[in-house]
């Protein structure tokens, strides 16, 4: 069991610039879940897929935000033209889909600092 | 909508203290509840849940009991060590079709020696 894997595990960009995260799940799960964490502050939902499908996004997530899970195993979070406010740790989650007990394991999140 | 509140922190523990952070809950249904856990440098790790009314979750000496008549999920420990020095997250979640967690702000636990 490798746990849930993200990359980078630290991001510095200019105001302006696109960035895009990526995470891997758990092999075997088929949920994938984004979280996003500001200093001080519980997670987040921003967004979440089941196998391919983007099930619930959040008003978080703004227009300048996009994420994919194309073959229904990795999932990547882009950000364009960042912002300051942008600047917060995004986490990654997974769960195997089945009964009310769905729990979901974290990965240990990406950083991202907009200068 | 749903919420989770906690006891704000710091919580300032001396080694072998008895430990419990309050968390309280506004649901319009009938969810799960969780505690997670994020040591420093480390990614949250689940602590232990309940999934249902009168549960008692228990993990690392660490319980919590889902109270549905005060909306509660306090986390209790009976001796706390240095390593349990992290942040405590509560948060609820409902799986099925709707199935993002909503966590409180977090509790920083700091243990003396």
């Known amino acids: 069991d490798t746990g849930v894997s993200q990359n980078p595990r630290h991001k510095i960009t200019k105001r302006g610039q696109n960035v895009t995260f990526r995470c891997d799940p758990i092999?075997?799960?088929?949920?994938l879940y984004w979280y996003r964490q500001t200093l001080g502050q519980g997670p987040e939902f921003l967004t979440y897929?089941?196998?391919?499908?983007?099930?619930?996004k959040s008003r978080l997530l703004s227009d300048r935000f996009s994420a994919e899970r194309p073959k229904g195993s990795f999932s990547t979070l882009e950000i364009q033209r960042t912002e300051q406010g942008d600047s917060a740790m995004y986490l990654c989650?997974?769960?195997?889909?089945?009964?009310?007990?769905?729990?979901?394991?974290f990965g240990p999140g990406t950083r991202l600092t907009v200068l | 909508g749903d919420s989770v509140t906690q006891m704000e922190g710091p919580v300032t523990l001396s080694e072998e203290a008895f430990l419990t952070i309050n968390c309280t809950y506004t649901?319009?249904?009938?969810?799960?509840l969780f505690w997670y856990v994020q040591y420093p440098g480390e990614g949250l790790q689940l602590l232990l849940k309940?999934?249902?009314?009168?549960d008692k979750g228990s993990n690392k000496g660490f319980e919590a009991t889902y109270r549905k008549e005060t909306t509660s999920f306090h986390l209790e420990k009976g001796s706390v060590q240095v390593s349990d020095s992290a942040v405590y997250f509560c948060?609820?979640?409902?799986?099925?079709?709707?199935?993002?967690?909503?966590f409180g702000t977090g509790t920083l636990l700091a243990v003396q020696p």
């Open positions: 989650a997974s769960s195997s889909a089945g009964g009310s007990t769905d729990t979901q394991y």
């Open positions: 092999s075997e799960h088929n949920r």
């Open positions: 897929f089941q196998n391919e499908a983007q099930l619930e």
């Open positions: 649901a319009t249904g009938y969810p799960s």
């Open positions: 309940a999934t249902k009314a009168d």
């Open positions: 948060a609820l979640g409902y799986g099925g079709a709707t199935n993002k967690l909503i």
